[in-house]
């Protein structure tokens, strides 16, 4: 069963800092990745797709990497901003039940001015 | 803009009603599936369709859920009776999923907020 942890829970930095997101997940046999982004209240907004074969993709002021043999992926936020304050989640697409998405339990940031 | 529209947004009902939960998918896509987001278990897939068929509901209660997609527009969930413990947001998303190519993005509505007390 697919298990997807990320770290760290929480982070909390000030206005500028480049910062860095981190999800492992236990069965390498995926299809593609995810990080979505999540605002109170609110839904999910996909950030960034990584298929199995990308190493990477950039949108923005957001970099997202992918390592699917050692099971780990970041997500690079440069220069952060108060508006990227949310709760950032990344998911992972099985190879035999694509489309089917398994959660890791989410990063909350908070950048302060 | 497409998007994912889910009602209702928010709900408060009793125990032992019965709940029925929305969702217009994104038209074209052709994977709907169902979420429930609670604090303690985090997003938990509850049922998934591809082509209006349903591929897995094991993440769900049988006894007292049940999922349906009608059309091609509409996917339903029921919780009947409703319990205290169902208090979650429940997530419908879509996608255009493929086996090869780009895309497989998946989209989520905004959700609903269901509470029994």
């Known amino acids: 069963k697919q298990e997807v942890t990320q770290i760290p829970a929480a982070l909390s930095v000030p206005e500028g800092e480049n910062l860095v997101l981190n999800c492992s997940f236990t069965?390498?046999?995926?299809?593609?990745l995810q990080w979505f982004r999540q605002d109170p209240g609110k839904g999910l907004t996909s950030l960034l797709l990584?298929?199995?074969?990308?190493r990477e993709q950039t949108s923005g002021r957001l970099n997202a990497s992918l390592d699917k043999s050692s099971g780990r992926s970041t997500l690079y936020i440069a220069a952060s901003q108060p508006g990227d304050s949310a709760t950032y989640l990344c998911?992972?697409?099985?190879?035999?039940?694509?489309?089917?998405?398994?959660f890791g339990q989410g990063t909350i940031l908070t950048v302060h001015p | 803009d497409a998007r994912v529209t889910q009602t209702p947004r928010h709900k408060v009902t009793e125990m032992g009603q019965e709940v029925t939960m929305r969702c217009q998918p994104i038209?074209?896509?052709?994977?709907v599936f169902w979420y429930r987001q609670t604090m303690m278990q985090g997003l938990e897939l509850l049922a998934y369709?591809?082509?209006?068929?349903?591929?897995?509901d094991s993440g769900m209660p049988k006894d007292r859920f049940s999922a349906e997609m009608p059309d091609a527009t509409l996917a339903t969930l029921k919780i009947q009776p409703s319990e205290p413990r169902d208090s979650a947001v429940y997530f419908c998303?879509?996608?255009?999923?493929?086996?090869?190519?780009?895309?497989?993005?998946?989209?989520f509505g905004e959700g609903s907020w269901l509470t029994v007390v």
């Open positions: 990584i298929q199995s074969s990308q």
């Open positions: 038209l074209g896509h052709n994977t």
């Open positions: 069965d390498s046999a995926i299809y593609n």
């Open positions: 369709f591809r082509n209006r068929a349903p591929l897995d």
């Open positions: 998303a879509s996608g255009l999923v493929v086996l090869s190519g780009s895309g497989n993005t998946i989209y």
């Open positions: 998911a992972v697409s099985g190879g035999t039940s694509y489309g089917k998405l398994t």
